[in-house]
C-alpha cells in the first residue's frame, strides 16, 4: 500500500472585506512561482510510486475563513488511509493544529508536520486556536514543528509557542530557509523517506 501525505498550504486572513481587497490590489505578482511552483507541487514526483500525495487547493486561500476549509477538509474523508502523514505549510499549520484540537480525525495519523506556522501572531480570525492542544497530541504519534530563523511572513517566536503547547514535538530550525517558498526542499523530501 502507498504511504498517503495530505497537505494542506497556506493562505492569508483578513479583518474585514476592505483590507482583503487592499490586499488584491497591492499584490506583487511572481511569474516564476507560478510558471514553475515549488516543491510542494513536485513532491509526488519528488517522492516516487511508493507515496499518494494529496494537494487540493482550498478553498478561498486568499481570503480564508477556518469554517469553509474545515467543510472542504472532511470531503477528502473517505479517501484517507490509516497512517497518513498530515503537513500543514502557513496557515496550514494552523489549520491542522485548530482541527486536530477539536475533533477526532478518522483515519490514524502517523505524523503531522507544522511548517512556518503562525500560533497567534496578528488577526487570524476563525483560525484562532483553542486554549489546550491536547486533543491533538493524543491523535498524533510524531510532531515535527519546521521554521526558519529568516521567515518574512511568519515570526520565528511562534514555532516557540507551539513548542511549548506541544512538549513531545520535534524542532527542526533553519537559519535560511524564509517561509519555506522554495523550489526545492531535499532536507524535507529525505525526512518524508525516513518516516517509517
Not at 477538509?73 to 482541527?99: C, H, M, T, V, W
Not at 506556522?117 to 492542544?133: C, I, Q, R
Not at 497530541?137 to 513548542?163: M, N, T
Request: with cysteine; charged share 30%; proline share 5%.
Amino acid at each position: 500500500m502507498k504511504k498517503q501525505i495530505f497537505i494542506v498550504h497556506g493562505g492569508e486572513v483578513f479583518e474585514t472585506y476592505e483590507k482583503y481587497l487592499e490586499y488584491l490590489r497591492d499584490y506583487r505578482v511572481n511569474l516564476d512561482k507560478v510558471k514553475h511552483g515549488g516543491w510542494k507541487d513536485n513532491l509526488q514526483e519528488t517522492l516516487g510510486d511508493d507515496y499518494e500525495v494529496i494537494y487540493p487547493q482550498m478553498e478561498n486561500y486568499h481570503n480564508a475563513k477556518y469554517s469553509e476549509w474545515r467543510i472542504f477538509f472532511e470531503r477528502f474523508f473517505p479517501y484517507l488511509q490509516d497512517e497518513i502523514i498530515l503537513i500543514g505549510n502557513s496557515l496550514g499549520s494552523i489549520f491542522l493544529a485548530k482541527y486536530l484540537s477539536e475533533n477526532d480525525f478518522p483515519v490514524k495519523i502517523k505524523c503531522v508536520f507544522l511548517l512556518a506556522g503562525p500560533y497567534d501572531d496578528g488577526y487570524l480570525g476563525d483560525f484562532a486556536l483553542p486554549e489546550s492542544l491536547d486533543k491533538f497530541s493524543s491523535q498524533v504519534k510524531r510532531i515535527f514543528l519546521y521554521h526558519s530563523q529568516d521567515d518574512p511572513a511568519v515570526p520565528f517566536g511562534e514555532v516557540e509557542k507551539y513548542a511549548k503547547k506541544l512538549p513531545q514535538a520535534e524542532k527542526v530550525i533553519f537559519k535560511d530557509k524564509g517561509h519555506f517558498v522554495l523550489k526545492e526542499f531535499p532536507e524535507f523530501v529525505e525526512k518524508l523517506k525516513s518516516i517509517e
